[in-house]
């Protein structure tokens, strides 16, 4: 089946420095990445889509100039988080959609990356 | 305020028991997708339902979407302890939004 992955799994850092998330499919290739962020106890929240070749579309609330994404190639995305600060400690899952298949139903999530911000 | 509502949000019941979650919604869906999260992990696809009243089962899950495409159902029968996590449904217009999750504990 098809494999996203994510690095790191976790990190920890200190406020007003920031932090880049990976996120690779592994074993397909992803026109379409999507991020999310995930607070405790709370349920996935889409923060922007990211096509290849092409700049990130972010939902409404969530700022550009703070989380910067790249899409770069048709395998891998990243988010990074700028002048992070405590209130950006959550759980970051991004997921992809394969770009053979054009299904977006079939979209692949990938294992998260716990942010902490101290 | 989310898009779809899930209840119960949390659920807890013995080893043997049936439960029932629920997905709402005011808005149509073009289809509906139900995930289990693990704490820690990325959520794992368990179906996607397109045509409304269409019922689908996965062993001991059986959902359901409703006729007009606006809600859904998970039903566990004889639940076990490998059951536990977070299930969140998700309905895609042009993009993938997510309930607010049930948490479902399941007791040996």
């Known amino acids: 089946g098809a494999v996203v992955s994510q690095h790191p799994s976790w990190v920890i850092c200190k406020s007003g420095t920031s932090v880049k998330i990976e996120c690779r499919s592994l074993d397909f290739q992803a026109t379409t990445m999507f991020w999310y962020r995930q607070f405790p106890k709370q349920s996935l929240m889409l923060m922007a889509t990211?096509?290849?070749?092409?700049?990130?579309?972010?939902e409404q609330g969530v700022e550009k100039d703070k989380f910067l994404i790249n899409h770069a190639s048709l395998t891998l995305s990243t988010l990074t988080v700028t002048s992070a600060h405590p209130e950006d400690s959550s759980f970051y899952i991004c997921?992809?959609?394969?770009?053979?298949?054009?299904?977006?139903?079939?979209?692949?999530f990938g294992p998260g990356t716990r942010l902490t911000v101290l | 305020t989310q898009l779809l509502e899930q209840s119960p949000q949390f659920l807890s019941i013995q080893e043997g028991e049936n439960l029932t979650v629920y997905c709402n919604s005011s808005?149509?869906?073009?289809?509906l997708q139900w995930y289990r999260q693990e704490p820690g992990e990325g959520p794992v696809l368990l179906v996607t339902v397109v045509t409304g009243g269409e019922v689908k089962k996965l062993k001991r899950l059986t959902f359901q979407f409703g006729d007009a495409r606006k809600d859904s159902s998970l039903h566990i029968t004889a639940a076990q302890p490998g059951d536990t996590g977070l299930y969140l449904c998700a309905g895609r217009d042009y993009k993938l939004s997510f309930g607010a999750g049930t948490t479902v504990t399941v007791r040996a």
């Open positions: 808005s149509v869906f073009s289809s």
């Open positions: 990211s096509n290849e070749g092409s700049k990130a579309t972010y």
């Open positions: 997921s992809a959609v394969s770009g053979t298949s054009g299904n977006y139903n079939e979209q692949f």
